[in-house]
Each structure stands twice: as structure tokens, then as C-alpha cells.
């Protein structure tokens, strides 16, 4: 059972667009961490987010975290193909990662 | 630097067979985790084993084993394989235990398909 919620589970858009990911938790972390998985490799940490209402920037990247710290988007601001992969949120508590299912992005080219 | 190595990187076995997993940390890494992601979900994790000790273990049956070695390395088994125990097995390392203060470093995976 994911604790966390990801939307949506599919996204294609065409290059030049911008796109929102969405990660929906039903409890509080530690820490909320995105991470991009590319086909064959294990997934990259992108950022780690701790307070509630922080906003982080990442190049095209931009991250927020809910006041109430349940909830976190990515925001990805015209898209280039190397941007496709699985973008997978994490809950960090103590010593392990719960991970969301993921949604998979496709940027065409 | 070398990242987190795993191997074998793919593998075929039969239903009931037995499986061992490596892993090799980051230098300098105590932590060593195991996460297991079948295709079209997050990865679950499996174990968390820091300074050669089991730290937490995740929802999975008494077949799946591990242990950490004194140079940090770590093997993950898996006993009585089940058609559904085919999935990504990813290796994690970390500095210390802690997942929420430390960059977790993930290697490539081992993809098991039990047939």
C-alpha cells in the first residue's frame, strides 16, 4: 500500500511545454524527497524539502511543499526530452524511504 | 569516484529456487538499504543495515534475508522464489543510518525474473 499519492501516473507533452507533478501524502515526514528514475538506472535525488511552504528551484525544477507538509508538487518549466523519466516522491522517516508509484513524463521532441 | 555497484545486474530463475543479490556502497558509506520495485510502482523498501546491523525491515516474508559485511558490502537473499518476487532489486547507500538527513545514492539494479 503507497502512502503517498502521485498524479497523474501518465504525462506527455511536447517540448517547450510545461508540466506539474503531484505527490499527496497521508501522514508527515521528516523529509519529502523527489527523485528522477531514467530507464535501466536507480532513481537520482533531485531535492529534499523540510519545511512546510518551501519553495526550491532546480534550473527548470521548481519544487513546493504544503504548509501542512502532506502535500508537494514539481513544476518543470519548458520541458526538453532529457527531461523524460519516472519522477518518484519519497517520505523519509528514520531510516527508510516510502515511495510513491510515480509518474511517468515523456517530453517528445 | 565508483557509485553504489550491484550485481548480477540480470537474472532468470526457476519457481523455489534461491537468489543472492551484492552490493557494493559508495566508499566511506556505512549504510547499505534494499528496496524491491516491481514494474509500474515505487520501489518498497526490503531492509536498512548500518555499522553491520539490521536497522529496520519493511513488510516482506521471512524469505527474504540480508546481511552486511565488515568492508559495508551486503548480500540480499531471497529463498522459495514466487513468480511474484520478479522485480527491479535496488541497493542503496548512505553515509549513516538516517534516511531523512542524508543524499541516499542508488545504484543500477538488479533485475530477477523468476519463471
Known amino acids: 500500500t503507497q502512502l503517498l499519492e502521485q498524479s497523474p501516473q501518465f504525462l506527455s507533452i511536447q517540448e517547450g511545454e510545461n508540466l506539474t507533478v503531484y505527490c499527496n501524502s497521508s501522514?508527515?515526514?521528516?523529509?519529502l524527497q523527489w527523485y528522477r528514475q531514467e530507464p535501466g538506472e536507480g532513481p537520482v535525488l533531485l531535492v529534499t524539502?523540510?519545511?512546510?511552504?518551501e519553495v526550491k528551484k532546480l534550473k527548470r525544477l521548481t519544487f513546493q511543499f504544503g504548509d501542512a507538509r502532506k502535500d508537494s508538487s514539481l513544476h518543470i518549466t519548458a520541458a526538453q526530452p532529457g527531461d523524460t523519466g519516472l519522477y518518484l516522491c519519497?517520505?523519509?522517516?528514520?531510516?527508510?524511504?516510502?515511495f510513491g508509484a510515480g509518474t511517468t513524463v515523456t517530453v517528445r521532441a | 569516484d565508483a557509485g553504489v555497484t550491484q550485481s548480477p545486474t540480470h537474472l532468470i530463475k526457476t519457481r523455489g529456487q534461491q537468489v543472492t543479490l551484492r552490493c557494493s556502497p559508495i566508499?566511506?558509506?556505512?549504510?547499505v538499504s534494499w528496496y524491491q520495485q516491481v514494474l509500474g510502482q515505487g520501489p518498497q523498501f526490503i531492509f536498512q543495515y548500518y555499522e553491520k546491523e539490521e536497522r529496520g525491515r519493511g513488510n516482506f516474508p521471512d524469505r527474504f534475508s540480508a546481511r552486511q559485511f565488515p568492508n559495508y558490502s551486503s548480500e540480499l537473499n531471497v529463498n522459495a522464489l514466487l513468480l511474484g518476487d520478479s522485480a527491479l532489486y535496488l541497493c542503496?547507500?548512505?553515509?549513516?543510518?538516517?534516511?531523512?538527513?542524508?543524499?541516499?545514492?542508488f545504484g543500477e539494479g538488479s533485475w530477477l525474473t523468476v519463471v
Open positions: 542503496a547507500s548512505s553515509p549513516t543510518g538516517g534516511a531523512s538527513g542524508n543524499t541516499i545514492y
Open positions: 524539502v523540510v519545511t512546510g511552504g
Open positions: 501522514s508527515v515526514f521528516s523529509s
Open positions: 566508499s566511506g558509506h556505512k549504510s
Open positions: 519519497a517520505g523519509a522517516d528514520d531510516y527508510k524511504l516510502s
